[in-house]
């Protein structure tokens, strides 16, 4: 499945300038930036734009849904934070997540939150091994595109079919990731090709072995592919387009 979904980015300065003040205006940004204040010393006026990108993808339940995604970082890119929308059925669901750079005991550490109505949690915290990389602005990009088009796209939704996904920026296919696809699917099911793709492996493990409640499954599948979404971004977007309005019914 290369296209995992279709999307484009707002390029309009104007339709910009207002999504980044509603995105600043939200309470949800303003507990973000108090949870990043105690890990660093730190001005949120400090963050710029780095895009925003709007898409339809299919979820865990066949249907479609219209996400949006704002992301917002420093100069030194040491702090980011994404503001992430879906919108199925008339139901909204908005959260905030971060990733922060900072020194611990003389070692840097990459550290990354998620910022709910309900909750924050701390997803992960690591070394440093290398180099953040910069998030290259390959996202697919459909000339005709209006949220909610695949709800009105007979032609489009047919190309939404059991299959293995596409990791595009290296021209391989997943074994893992995709419907039908790994283990216990009719597709896939060899060796890793990246650490989403093992997020995926351990997500297909938690539903056959009933390791916890499948909306759970698909919480820690999130919190997976958030680690690791500088991998393949454009494959963390299908995820989190997929399990996020799931993953909110987790209640361990």
């Not at 207002?18 to 105690?38: G, R």
């Not at 934070?81 to 905030?96: A, I, L, S, W, Y």
């Not at 003389?106 to 440093?128: A, H, M, Q």
Request: aromatic fraction near 10%; proline fraction near 2%.
């Amino acid at each position: 499945m290369e296209n995992q979904f279709v999307g484009n980015y707002i390029k309009d300065p104007v339709v910009q300038e207002q999504e980044v003040l509603q995105v600043k205006s939200n309470p949800l940004f303003a507990k973000t930036i108090e949870e990043i204040k105690k890990l660093i010393d730190f001005n949120e006026s400090n963050l710029n734009l780095a895009f925003i990108y709007q898409y339809d993808a299919i979820d865990v339940a066949d249907d479609f849904n219209v996400n949006k995604l704002i992301v917002l970082e420093t100069e030194d890119r040491k702090v980011n934070v994404e503001f992430f929308q879906t919108q199925k059925n008339g139901e909204v669901h908005e959260d905030f997540s971060a990733r922060i750079i900072r020194p611990i005991g003389g070692t840097e550490f990459v550290t990354g939150l998620n910022v709910t109505e309900d909750k924050v949690e701390e997803i992960f915290e690591d070394e440093l091994a290398q180099a953040i990389p910069a998030l290259a602005l390959d996202l697919p990009e459909f000339e005709e595109y209006e949220p909610g088009i695949l709800t009105q796209s007979v032609e489009t939704e047919a190309t939404w079919t059991n299959s293995c996904m596409y990791w595009g920026a290296k021209y391989k296919r997943y074994e893992h990731c995709g419907k039908d696809c790994g283990v216990w699917g009719s597709m896939g099911g060899g060796k890793l090709v990246n650490r989403i793709d093992g997020c995926c492996a351990i997500h297909d493990d938690c539903y056959k072995n009933n390791r916890r409640q499948r909306f759970c499954c698909d919480k820690y599948l999130l919190s997976c592919a958030q680690r690791s979404s500088l991998d393949d971004y454009q494959s963390y977007l299908a995820i989190k387009g997929a399990f996020t309005l799931t993953a909110k019914l987790c209640r361990e």
